[in-house]
């Protein structure tokens, strides 16, 4: 069964940082597209990054380019979001989401239908 553990969110203040963190499960990682995802109270899901499985393509949000970075570490299984400058409107429950199939291209360029595991989710809270 494939498991996506997402960790790091918390509350900060404008401007400020922080990393998420996701871990997938070592026999689906290596084969996977990954990307983050965002979904705030009465809005719907949006893609913020993604990431091809060997790290070639990166995709991210016309919204956050310049302040969110993805990056992965394939020896722990691990996707990473740094989020730097961070703003109010970045608040939201953040997951993270795989494909291995066909439609992982899609699944990573932020397309939510196409993703086939999710994570949990965790909190980011920015305050003004």
């Known amino acids: 069964q494939v498991q996506l553990v997402e960790s790091g969110g918390g509350s900060v203040s404008a401007g400020g940082s922080l990393r998420l963190s996701c871990t997938v499960s070592?026999?689906?990682?290596?084969?996977?597209?990954v990307a983050w995802f965002r979904q705030a109270p009465g809005k719907e899901r949006e893609g913020v990054a993604g990431?091809?499985?060997?790290?070639?393509?990166?995709y991210y949000a016309d919204s956050v380019k310049g302040r969110f970075t993805i990056s992965q570490d394939n020896a722990k299984n691990t996707l990473y979001l740094q989020l730097n400058s961070l703003k109010p409107e970045d608040t939201a429950m953040y997951y993270c989401a795989a494909s291995r199939f066909w439609s992982g291209p899609q699944c990573a360029a932020g397309t939510a239908s196409a993703c086939d595991y999710w994570g949990q989710g965790t909190q980011v809270t920015v305050s003004s």
């Open positions: 070592r026999d689906t990682y290596n084969s996977a597209y």
């Open positions: 990431i091809y499985p060997d790290g070639s393509i990166t």
